[in-house]
């Protein structure tokens, strides 16, 4: 674990020196996400999901996109999860000589662990995504856009206190025409949550983006607000 953080301190410390450098061109947004998302619990194991999530950029004055997301859920054993994900998202494209809307599916398939270290509570994942243009195929020049992410989360438990602080960073490495390009972008988010209790849960998280290993490399701030409701049917 300690590791990894290092990992993430030492690459924001180079996207620093480089900027500094003025080797290349850094670009600035702030962005807005707001989501809704409902959980179904067939079983102990078994939870289906459905999210509605819009983002805003240009300094959350513009809509980026906005997708649909299906889940499902299985819990393997102990602490160890699989996820499916199907996401249809409708791109704003508000640049160049056409524009409009683009549309895009996504799959994901995380496998994930969970563990306690008191008073932390940890959760590791490891995601894989493949994106592709809907309604073209490999023949009209779509190619899928695969990456492969890992993410660690921590959740710091304090007694009486209901917004506990969560902390989390991920790394990932995108792959283009197969060729693996190597870690290109790093994330890292802190936030917390408040318990509805019967009325579900909301969140509010500060999250910081920024590419890496290209001459324009985009640095992203955002803020984005969550509400989730889970309903148990077992």
Do not use: C
Request: proline fraction near 1%; hydrophobic fraction near 35%.
């Amino acid at each position: 674990m300690t590791k990894v953080w290092k990992l993430f301190l030492l690459l924001m410390a180079f996207g620093g020196l480089k900027a500094q450098d003025g080797s290349y061109v850094e670009v600035r947004d702030f962005e807005t996400w707001t989501s809704a998302e409902f959980n179904l619990k067939l079983s102990k194991k078994l939870t289906l999901g459905l999210q509605q999530q819009i983002r805003l950029d240009n300094n959350s004055s513009e809509l980026k996109n906005t997708f649909t997301q299906a889940s499902a859920s299985y819990s393997l054993f102990k602490n160890f999860k699989l996820e499916y994900g199907l996401r249809y998202i409708a791109i704003n494209d508000n640049s160049g000589n056409v524009q409009g809307y683009n549309y895009d599916f996504r799959h994901h398939f995380d496998l994930s662990y969970k563990h306690k270290l008191k008073p932390l509570r940890l959760n590791h994942r490891l995601r894989y995504t493949t994106r592709n243009e809907a309604g073209l195929s490999s023949e009209e020049g779509d190619m899928a856009r695969q990456t492969l992410r890992y993410r660690m989360k921590i959740d710091y438990n304090i007694k009486k206190w209901k917004l506990d602080p969560i902390l989390s960073g991920e790394l990932f490495n995108r792959f283009e025409n197969g060729i693996n390009e190597g870690i290109s972008d790093y994330r890292i988010t802190f936030g917390t949550e408040y318990n509805l209790k019967k009325a579900g849960k909301i969140g509010i998280y500060y999250r910081y983006q920024k590419e890496l290993n290209t001459s324009y490399p985009m640095e992203i701030h955002l803020i984005r607000l969550k509400y989730s409701f889970t309903l148990k049917n077992y």
